[in-house]
């Protein structure tokens, strides 16, 4: 059975039952966990970043626009293009895409505490979420990539 690694609040407190708290002022939280120093000292297995961009849900497959039929359906619901999905993949055939939808990462940077970057450089999957300073709001890590790169957040 493995060992739960230690952690503690980024300021190297003990972490509190009340953590999660957010700040309304803020957004963020009261504290956020890490992995103890004792565990990111033990080296990391990815490079150490400190900051992210915020790029929002992309289609991970190319566009087409929408047949004449697909427009009489559903231009009232504001979908201009669709996303079709590898057969190996889902079953579900694809979807729908606005606007709004393709614009949806503010693109706003933010640079995280140094504890919580040597933890994600650490163990990359030790997050699901992280913050974006502009929004003042969490969102999964797939709406992220480092910057200077391509690369999602926690892959």
């Known amino acids: 059975m493995r060992e739960e690694p230690k952690t503690t609040l980024a300021d190297g407190s003990p972490v509190t039952l009340d953590h999660r708290e957010i700040n309304p002022a803020t957004g963020q939280q ?35 626009d929408l047949t004449e039929e697909e427009h009489q359906q559903y231009d009232k619901f504001g979908y201009i293009a669709f996303e079709a999905y590898p057969e190996n993949e889902s079953p579900v055939t694809g979807r729908f895409w606005t606007n709004e939808a393709l614009k949806n990462g503010c693109g706003a940077i933010t640079t995280m505490a140094n504890s919580i970057a040597e933890t994600y450089a650490r163990d990359p999957k030790f997050y699901g979420g992280t913050f974006c300073a502009s929004c003042q709001k969490h969102f999964p890590l797939e709406q992220f990539v480092w910057i200077g790169t391509n690369e999602t957040v926690g892959s």
């Open 30 to 64: 009261k504290g956020y966990v890490v992995l103890s120093q004792e565990e990111r000292d033990k080296g990391f297995t990815r490079p150490l970043r400190c900051s992210y961009q915020h790029v929002g849900v992309k289609p991970k497959n190319p566009l087409r």
